[in-house]
């Protein structure tokens, strides 16, 4: 049994791809495991829908806002020591959740358990792209991506059995061992790496400016309808975005060691990966936002059957994920790239025939080309994106690629949000004129449309209105994700090479840098 758990330098980085993918599991799982259970959490907190969007929102804004800082500082003081630090983080913040009293403490340590996310997602990919030599990496980023859909696969399911048969709460719970298990295996197997080139220093003028940046940025998209877009406190979140954004690209070549080291995106390939990073994201968080409260609003789901439903999809990504990362070493990634972006493109196309009457039997296929669509995206994606960066930069490299995903996924939420309520807002207002439902009623029916609270105790009337709202706005939105997933199709045949260029190894010269640091015994 020893001779089996001993470490060699064969079998040492299957371990460590092992300890990513416990923390990766960890991380995936709290993104689909709390859109099943909103509704839920909409009834034990009282939740508005805007309320329900901050769950979801101030995860990925925190998430999103400091996975560069977190990719950059596993780069300069140890990857594995910034990934121990975010398991840990991540895990203690989970606890918090778990125990929360109101939507108030839940949507603080949503933030809190956001900023641990961010310091073991870059940590994840940047360790893999050090330890697994080029003609490896794409079936090792493969293995990474078709966890991660496991983690989505099994999320709504497990999700919503806790959710319904014993608490939301302790879906948050399950992170605990999951945590455990990162942080033993990581300890074992993994070893240090670090950017070794220089003498390094924090750009904390870059981090400010792009944390105020991206924050004003999201509050804006996510509140404008509430506020309303011409409103004072919006024009000032919008003029702030813009100032901190562009002060940002400003600061970063002016600094001995940027954060961001803007000469990336002088590879086509890095910044195509990151267009399409933050175009998949945009349309696969905002569909699994609102059909999960579709599916058991309107549909009449419960909490499990929703969850199994969204099954067909993320077992598409477990089932082929890993072979296109094998394909991407081979053939390169743009034709996965552009053939997956294509098939996500219809998908979302389908949804948009929703109507009221059309049910699951509309979604399944959509789910399911969903799936294979966004398999043949994820893993290329990845891998196109970290073979473009120096080996040194790959924590930096890993973060701005997680970044685009997140900010795409925050983006993707708020902008079909707040398209969402003006449709439904418009619909009703049609709908319900003359029927003597007040526009007091009409307005918390529109803000509660996706909980489906207020529905109940009005007219008949007034309930199929606000059901045909629902659908008139979900399938308008499903539009808009359409249209941003075709654009990614042209940007991936564009910008990404057909092959990737040969550069030195990164991970051949080993485990040799990392290998100055002792491991963990």
Known sequence: MTDRIRLNEGNRRWWTLAAMCFALFMIMLDNTVVNVALPSIQDDLGASLSGLEWTVNIYTLTFAVLLVTGGRLGDIFGRRRMFLFGVVVFALSSAAIGFAPGQGWLVAFRAVQGAGAAFMMPATLSIITVTFPAEERGKAI??????????????????????????????????????????????????????????????????????????????????????????????????????????????????????????????????????????????????????????????????????????????????????????????????????????????????????????????????????????????????AAMNSVPPEKAGVGSGVLSMSRMVGGTFGVAAIGALFQHLASSRLADELAGSGVTAAQRDRIVENLGAGSDATNLPPQAVTAAHDAFIHALSNGMWLSAAVSATGVLLAFLLIAPKQAERPDPARVPEAAAAEAPSAS
């Open 142 to 383: 493969g293995t990474w991506a078709g966890v991660s859909a496991l983690a989505l696969a099994i999320g709504p399911v497990v999700g919503g059995a806790l959710a319904e048969y014993v608490s939301w709460r302790a879906i948050f719970f399950l992170n605990l061992p999951v945590a455990v298990g990162a942080v033993a295996v990581t300890l074992f197997a993994t070893r240090e790496s670090r950017d070794e080139s220089q003498r390094h220093t924090i750009d904390w003028a870059g981090i400010g400016a792009l944390s105020v940046g991206l924050t004003a940025l999201v509050l804006a998209l996510v509140e404008g309808n509430a506020w309303g877009w011409g409103s004072a406190s919006i024009v000032a979140l919008v003029a702030t975005a813009a100032i901190g954004l562009t002060a940002f690209a400003l600061i970063e070549p002016r600094v001995r060691e940027p954060m961001v080291d803007l000469s990336l995106f002088g590879s086509k390939t890095f910044l195509g990966a990151n267009a399409v990073g933050f175009i998949v994201s945009f349309a696969m968080l905002a569909m699994f936002f609102f059909l999960a409260l579709y599916m058991q609003n309107i549909l009449g789901y419960s909490a499990v059957q929703a969850g199994v439903r969204f099954l067909p999809s993320t077992l598409m990504i477990v089932l082929i994920a890993p072979l296109a990362g094998r394909l991407a070493d081979r053939v390169g990634p743009r034709p996965l790239i552009v053939t997956g972006l294509s098939l996500t493109t219809f998908a979302l196309f389908l949804q948009t025939r929703i109507t009221v009457d059309t049910g699951y039997g509309l979604l399944l296929p959509a789910f399911v080309v969903m799936g294979i669509g966004m398999a043949l995206v994820m893993s290329p994606m990845s891998t």
